[in-house]
């Protein structure tokens, strides 16, 4: 499946799931809006961390996220290879894998 129809599949997922939990979606929601709004950092700045922290976790549709994310941020695929990299620093082996899988990602959502 390529990175954008895992991302189409996974909002369809979650709209499923917001209308069975709304409340606990909402809350969700606005956690996500509180911790990624421009302060110290940028909203830019916290999406890099955000997938550096998803390729560790190892959270492959957090990957396709934030990755989608940054491309709309203007983030050149140099820039989420560098994350990629801290990533790996803190990972090991499994954030190796996933840091292959996150320059995939980028590529096939920017082509």
């Known amino acids: 499946m390529s990175a954008k129809d895992d991302l189409d599949h996974k909002r369809k997922q979650l ?6 939990i709304p409340e ?3 809350g969700f929601v606005a956690l996500e809006q509180a911790a990624s709004k421009d302060g110290a950092l ?9 997938l550096g922290m998803a390729i560790a976790l190892r959270c492959e549709p957090c990957i396709n996220s934030h990755v989608s994310a940054l491309i709309r941020l203007d983030v050149t695929r140099e820039e989420v290879a560098e994350i990629a990299g801290t990533a790996i620093q803190m ?3 499994p954030g190796l894998m996933y840091a292959g899988k996150t320059l995939e990602v980028y590529d096939d959502l920017t082509d």
């Open 91 to 93: 990972a090991g082996g």
């Open 24 to 26: 606990t979606f909402a």
């Open 15 to 20: 709209r499923n799931l917001r209308k069975a």
């Open 42 to 50: 940028t909203k830019r700045e916290k999406e890099l961390v955000s």
